[in-house]
């Protein structure tokens, strides 16, 4: 069992930066591969970044590709996600989740994830 509580979010203005951040409890995390989601009022819950047990890939949404940074420390069984020049549409409950290293990562499949956090509330205003 692994516990994610993710904090960081709140009310910014467009063009600002957030950093939200990801403790886990639990299972050893360095075994996890973890992603960030969100999920914006009437839509689809989305895949944003993702990064491998190690560290060593990482990937990103088209959306987010070169304004948010996805990083981990092992050490503090912690995952963040730094989010800069931030958009009004970029507005969303954001989760973290962790996918048990078992070889291929399906880093964007939501349904390949087997724990959860809670969600923090981001809003981005214009």
């Known amino acids: 069992q692994v516990q994610l509580v993710e904090s960081g979010g709140g009310l910014v203005q467009a063009g600002d930066s957030l950093r939200l951040s990801c403790a886990a409890s639990?299972?050893?995390?360095?075994?996890?591969?973890m992603g960030w989601f969100r999920q914006a009022p009437g839509k689809e819950q989305e895949f944003v970044a993702a990064i491998t047990w190690s560290g060593g890939n990482t990937y990103y949404a088209d959306a987010v590709k070169g304004r948010f940074t996805i990083s981990r420390d092992n050490v503090k069984s912690t995952v963040y996600l730094q989010m800069n020049s931030l958009k009004p549409e970029d507005t969303a409950v954001y989760y973290c989740a962790a996918q048990f290293f078992t070889g291929t990562y399906y880093y964007s499949e939501k349904r390949k994830y087997d724990y959860w956090g809670q969600g923090t509330q981001v809003t981005v205003s214009s």
């Open positions: 639990g299972r050893t995390f360095s075994t996890y591969h």
